[in-house]
């Protein structure tokens, strides 16, 4: 691209969803190494903007060790007169794209999360200064965002500036969404689309509404709307809500139509308040993993700054391994934390009396918004670290799973077959609260399952399609 001569490297869309393994990085910044980390967009007067300014406080890449990893903080400054601070938000999100078209540049996630790695073969092209990415976010930033007149960004790797940086950084973030709170889905005509993610997740399509923040956490339908206005034919769109098909699972008809337009017809239905049946799907970049525990009927959640297991003996990799992608996955379900304090938040499978077990730091962090009668029936790691302890800890402080408990046993005892119960030889070889069978590209999910059987075969599928030839 002729606007970027002076880059050491190419620079274009051919190189979003580039992923630099750890064996070929020269150095990471930010991640889940260390605990500052940060990008902000700040809206700010003309006079305040010194335009195209770059500032780089700290070491510089050139004089970062090989191998290591820094803390990190980019700060965007923009000015113009139709700029409003609402656009902040979408801003920002647009700093994971243009630093992504970058050659052997990686950046993930969002906000106090942010991943980016630098690979060897492009520092040893030249890409050994945050002078050259400031340039690209410049001009990028301009080209595609021509409401921006002025902008200037700066660089932090220094550990005191950046601490400082980033708690300014957070109390920002704390303040943006709530303003967001208080409008519900029901009091608008209009929702919005993200599609910023694809490049990573190609079936992937963010569903954005007053009460489900996008699952990164950076965008709320504010944002959507104001970054739908601003650019009509950019990542983030305009969704009609059409019919309202289910008001407990969150079905509209105008989602649905958004949703296999955008995926290519590969996500033909979206249920936005449950993570069961047809939930939204997850790109990669979610704050929070919110999954199925069949042992106690529950959820659990585990954020992406958790570096233990989780009470089910995961990690939050292996666990967001198992929705990302822009999946439909029964079960598990990309969140943010945001999303955590609406009152949508996984409204058809029970909301909070559901939720059994997350982090004590995501806990606290959302205990205003978690009903007064189970912010103590709900555990932490301090509580519970297994399985086992889990379902102490449940029944010793009465969760209202416990009750679902009941109600199983009596389910399954009042559907097994008489004749089961009269002759001793069958016996039951398999029982589940939710039993998961996958045949023929189906997924069956049986619930509250006890089968009985005299005889079990077991056939390879390899065998029948033979047999049926």
């Known amino acids: 691209m002729s606007m970027f001569k002076d880059v050491p490297v190419d620079v274009g869309v051919i190189y979003e969803g580039e992923r630099i ?4 990085m020269h150095v990471e910044l930010g991640g889940p190494k260390v605990k500052e980390k940060f990008e902000l967009a700040r809206v700010k007067k003309p006079e305040e903007i010194e335009d195209e300014k770059i500032t780089i406080i700290g070491p510089d890449l050139k004089d970062m060790e090989e191998g290591k ?12 007169p139709t700029l409003e601070p609402e656009l902040e938000g979408v801003i920002e999100r647009r700093i994971h794209a243009y630093c ?13 999360d942010i991943w980016l790695r630098l690979g060897k073969k492009s520092f040893q092209k030249g890409l050994n200064s945050f002078q050259y990415v400031g340039k690209v976010l410049h001009r990028l930033f301009k080209s595609e965002l021509p409401i921006i007149e002025k902008i200037q960004v700066t660089f932090i790797t220094d550990p005191e500036k950046l601490k400082e940086l980033y708690n300014e950084a957070v109390q920002i973030y704390e303040a943006r969404d709530a303003r967001a709170r208080g409008l519900k889905d029901e009091e608008v005509d209009k929702f919005y689309g993200c599609i910023l993610c694809q490049s ?7 569903v954005i509404t007053p009460q489900r923040y996008s699952n990164c956490g950076a965008i709320s339908w504010f944002d959507g709307r104001a970054a739908a206005n601003v650019d009509p034919k950019g990542p983030v769109f305009t969704v009609e809500k059409g019919d309202l098909l289910d008001p407990v699972k969150g079905e509209f008809s105008g989602v649905n139509d958004a949703v296999k337009k955008k995926s290519l017809g590969e996500i033909m239905r979206v249920w936005l308040y449950t993570a069961f049946g047809y939930p939204h799907t997850s790109c990669g970049c979610f704050e929070a993993v919110a999954f199925y525990i069949p042992e106690v009927d529950g959820f659990g959640i585990i954020h992406r700054g958790y570096r233990d297991i989780a009470v089910n003996g995961l990690g939050f990799s292996t666990l967001a391994d198992s929705t990302a992608g822009g999946r439909q996955v029964d079960g598990f379900h990309g969140i943010s934390i945001e999303y955590m304090r609406s009152p949508k938040f ?14 004590k730091e995501v806990k606290e962090r959302v205990k205003d918004f978690i009903p007064a009668e189970l912010l103590d029936k ?5 509580e519970a670290k297994t399985i086992d302890e889990l379902k102490t800890f449940l029944k010793e ?3 209202p799973v416990v009750e679902r408990w009941k109600e199983e046993i009596v389910a399954v005892e009042e559907a097994a077959p008489a004749e089961a119960k009269e002759e001793a030889a069958p016996m039951p070889v398999v029982t589940a609260t939710t039993l998961p069978i ?7 999910i049986l619930k509250d399952a006890k089968i009985y059987a005299k005889k079990v075969i077991v056939r390879s599928m390899k065998s029948e399609k033979s047999e049926k030839r």
């Open 69 to 80: 990893t820094y803390p990190f903080g980019i700060l965007i400054e923009v000015a113009g």
């Open 438 to 444: 996958t045949a023929g590209g189906f997924k069956i």
């Open 346 to 359: 996984l409204q058809a499978d029970g909301g909070w009396g559901r939720v059994v077990w997350l982090p």
């Open 378 to 382: 709900v555990a932490t790691e301090e």
């Open 200 to 206: 990573f997740a190609p079936t992937h399509v963010c």
């Open 397 to 399: 402080h009465n969760h």
């Open 21 to 24: 393994r750890k064996e070929d």
């Open 100 to 112: 992504n078209y970058i050659e052997g540049f990686m950046h993930l996630n969002q906000r106090y």
